[in-house]
């Protein structure tokens, strides 16, 4: 069964750093592209960027170039997403998902990050 | 970046219904335009690829088609678990972009 389950809840001050881990199973780890896309409470889905899983290679979106880091451990056969500086306006959930051929599929469970004084 | 608008926003509509959502692109996208459903405190779920290819394990009553700019989902026969919003995604560009989402409600 392909899978992919994500780390808990975080609760994080603003000006800190988070980081999502994205554990798969039921693939070959490194066929694939991971994507992270986020939604903040009541609003739709912003795609943040991909990693190669095989090389390592990423792409981000413009409005993360700089905060967002992607990277991987291929003997865990993990994927994470770093997040530095954040804000209020961080607060959402965050969703890794597997790219095939264009399609996102399937998505992890989600992690709700809330950036809080 | 290329735009993806959803119309419309919001749907009310009942089980039986036949309900048509429209995905409209910035540019032309041939056929790289996906259909996902996101239930309520859940994760989104691919429904419809390239189009108009059904996901495995997705009921028969939701097609997909359109090429080009324009692009519908349909639920031929709406059932209680089809409430949900939909989101289309473009990946003929990078970067992948969204739709804003329909919401669709119980009437």
């Known amino acids: 069964q392909e899978q992919l389950v994500q780390s808990g809840a975080e609760v994080q001050r603003p000006g800190a750093s988070v980081k999502v881990s994205c554990k798969t199973s039921?693939?070959?780890?490194?066929?694939?592209?991971i994507h992270w896309v986020r939604q903040a409470p009541g609003q739709g889905l912003e795609w943040m960027g991909w990693?190669?899983?095989?090389?390592?290679?990423?792409t981000y979106a413009q409005t993360f170039k700089g905060r967002v880091t992607l990277t991987r451990d291929t003997s865990m056969n993990t994927a994470f997403m770093e997040l530095s500086n954040l804000q209020s306006d961080d607060t959402a959930m965050y969703y890794c998902?597997?790219?095939?051929?264009?399609?996102?599929?399937?998505w992890g469970q989600g992690t709700l990050v809330t950036v809080s004084s | 970046d290329i735009q993806m608008t959803q119309s419309p926003s919001s749907l009310s509509a009942s089980v039986g219904d036949r309900v048509t959502i429209t995905c409209r692109a910035s540019q032309t996208i041939d056929t790289y335009l996906n259909w996902y459903q996101q239930r309520p405190g859940k994760a989104p779920e691919l429904l419809i690829y390239a189009a108009s290819s059904l996901h495995t394990g997705v009921p028969s009553r939701f097609s997909g088609s359109g090429s080009g700019t324009d692009f519908t989902l349909t639920i031929s026969s709406l059932q209680p678990e089809d409430f949900a919003t939909y989101y289309c995604?473009?990946?003929?560009?990078?970067?992948?972009?969204f739709g804003q989402g329909t919401r669709l409600d119980i009437k």
């Open positions: 990693i190669n899983l095989n090389s390592g290679h990423t």
């Open positions: 039921g693939f070959t780890f490194t066929g694939y592209f």
């Open positions: 995604q473009q990946n003929y560009n990078p970067p992948i972009t």
């Open positions: 998902a597997r790219e095939s051929r264009g399609r996102l599929d399937p």
